[in-house]
């Protein structure tokens, strides 16, 4: 039995009683039912989009956020496709993800009626963006089934913390509202990562610290196939919605240092010991710019 496949199959308890509570907290809710239809009207194809179209006053980084946020949303097809090569598609992993695709399904739904409806974003740009992006099908491919998990966790963490905090500035209670749905999906789906990584730790840390420290160091939004992504990206970090600061404070040092305990991990072999030492160094660097980009920025919004 591989490495991949032995990990797996000792998991597969954990999956069934995560998988479990998983569908006993949740709550069903409509797309349909937090859209505010009354806002919206016809399009004329022969009349470009503009700004001015939208009843919301939204600022370029906002859109930019709004933007990449669903584009994410809409190549869900490639995620399927590789948490099935790594899962497979038998027992709780397959129904797993299943119920996680069927879930992650109603965000794109939610947030595109809701664009739409507000005319917060060109609805072409956006429609040419999403056909260049699914049909180029670029996503993370993580390369063992320990390098998934901890992809996933940090991953659906930066989700949630990346729609929640696009809510929060967009000045408009039912934006809000649609971005909080969608968080709270991705929490759901962040804490079910985070416990089975919690639980790979136990049965083989070595391999699974190894595996954080590349996901760690190598991490990357899942929207890089998104045409201009990183002008895209530096505008959402100009907003304060996902910087270095918040990937450090949010996620690297409550979840990867606290959570998943690493200073105290023990039975390490000489790798595993290595990948934690340099993990550790790493988030330790990524606060410290993070701080230093903090305040530099500081002084130039107080002129
Ligand atoms: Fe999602
Ligand atoms: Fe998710």
Redesign the pocket.
């Known amino acids: 039995m591989s490495e991949a496949v032995a990990l797996l199959h000792d998991l597969t308890p954990t999956v069934e009683q995560l998988l479990e509570r998983h569908l006993a907290s949740a709550k069903e809710w409509f797309p349909h039912e937090v859209v505010p239809w009354s806002r919206g009207r016809d399009f004329d194809p022969e009349r470009p989009w503009e700004p001015g179209d939208s009843d919301l006053t939204l600022s370029d980084e906002v859109r930019s956020a709004l933007f990449v946020n669903l584009l994410t949303?809409d190549n869900l097809p490639y995620y399927f496709r590789t948490i099935e090569t790594m899962f497979g598609r038998d027992g709780a992993w397959g129904e797993w993800n299943r119920r996680w695709t069927a879930e992650?399904g109603r965000?794109s739904i939610a947030i595109r009626d809701y664009l739409t409806v507000t005319r917060a974003i060109d609805p072409v740009e956006l429609e040419r963006a999403r056909m260049a992006q699914v049909e180029c099908g670029q996503v993370p491919e993580p390369e063992t089934a320990a390098d998934g998990i901890a992809y996933v966790a940090l991953q659906e963490l930066a989700?949630r913390i990346a729609h929640h905090n696009t809510g929060k500035v967009m000045d408009d209670p039912a934006g809000y509202e649609v971005m909080k749905r969608?968080a709270s999906?991705?929490n759901r789906h962040y804490i079910f990562y985070r416990d089975l990584v919690s639980a790979a730790l136990e049965i083989d840390p070595s391999t699974v610290v190894q595996a954080i420290d590349r996901q760690v160091r190598d991490f990357e939004m899942p929207g890089t196939g998104i045409t201009d992504f990183e002008a895209h990206a530096k505008a959402i970090a100009r907003a304060g919605i996902y910087d270095y600061g918040v990937h450090h404070d949010a996620i690297l040092q409550p979840v990867v240092v606290r959570h998943w305990r690493l200073e105290q991990l023990e039975g390490l072999d000489a790798a595993g010991e290595r990948a934690r030492a340099s993990v550790l160094k790493y988030i330790e660097r990524v606060g410290k710019a993070a701080r230093r980009l903090a305040s530099r920025r500081e002084p130039a919004l107080a002129g």
Do not use: I, L, Y
Request: without cysteine.
């Open positions: 949303e992650e965000h989700t969608v999906d991705e």
